[in-house]
């Protein structure tokens, strides 16, 4: 519990002591996950299931067919317990993925860490991200005259995709325009930072692979975009 409060007034000294301090990657990993389910449903309950469905079939360009056939799909109570669950699960994996990644870096230095202060240090490093933006959109959506007209795909103002109508852009160029975010680079930093400290990196070079991680999961990601 004290690392969920260090992680904010002392990143540096804490990332440093996970070695010392095993099991540190529990609390922040399941946290993390209970977070992203929380956005998850914050969502549908302020701007309305059906609504949230609709807005993303029309971004992803369905035609009236296929958006009632989602809508149908989706506000089935199996189905909406069990997208929780998977996105519970698919945070948890997301994680584990990111350390291995990390882990990988890790393994080209002179004195490489153990897998678990990485871990720890990826769902310590997450939580600020997570506590952050579950803050920010229950902000947005309370306090909203009408929440039903907030674009539910992107609805914190931290990146250029924000102030464009999702639309009047293709899915490859609004993803690329919605990644490029404020917080997300605030992240990046707290992870390299944390890189740094465990392999003794210095913070440029840890901000290097982890910058270039950043590069190739958006370079994908623009590619799927525009291919499909």
Do not use: C
Not at 94 to 115: C, E, N, V
Not at 130 to 150: E, I, N, Q, R
Not at 178 to 187: C, H, K, P, Q
Not at 202 to 209: H, I, K, P, R
Request: aromatic share 10%; no cysteine; charged share 10%.
């Amino acid at each position: 519990m004290r690392a969920l409060i260090e992680v904010f007034f002392r990143p540096a000294a804490l990332f440093e002591a996970l070695p010392s301090r095993p099991a540190s990657w529990l609390l922040p990993l399941i946290l993390n996950a209970l977070l992203a389910v929380a956005v998850s449903w914050m969502v549908p309950h302020y701007v309305g299931r059906e609504t949230a469905i609709r807005q993303g079939a029309q971004a992803a360009k369905m035609n009236p067919e296929q958006t009632a056939a989602l809508v149908k799909q989706l506000t089935r109570p199996g189905n909406i317990a069990g997208g929780y669950v998977f996105l519970a699960v698919e945070f948890l994996l997301f994680q584990l993925i990111l350390a291995g990644a990390l882990y990988a870096f890790a393994l080209m230095s002179s004195r490489p860490p153990d897998f678990g202060p990485m871990l720890s240090m990826v769902a310590l490093a997450l939580f600020p991200y997570m506590l952050v933006v579950a803050g920010a959109t229950f902000a947005a959506l309370a306090t909203a005259s009408d929440p039903t007209k907030l674009n539910s795909l992107n609805l914190l103002p931290t990146n250029p995709a924000a102030f464009e109508d999702p639309n009047s852009l293709g899915k490859g160029i609004y993803g690329l325009l919605s990644s490029v975010d404020g917080l997300v680079f605030l992240e990046i930093g707290l992870l390299s930072l944390g890189l740094s400290r465990l392999t003794k990196w210095s913070y440029g070079l840890a901000l290097g692979a982890i910058g270039g991680l950043w590069v190739l999961y958006m370079s994908v990601k623009t590619v799927m975009g525009l291919m499909f």
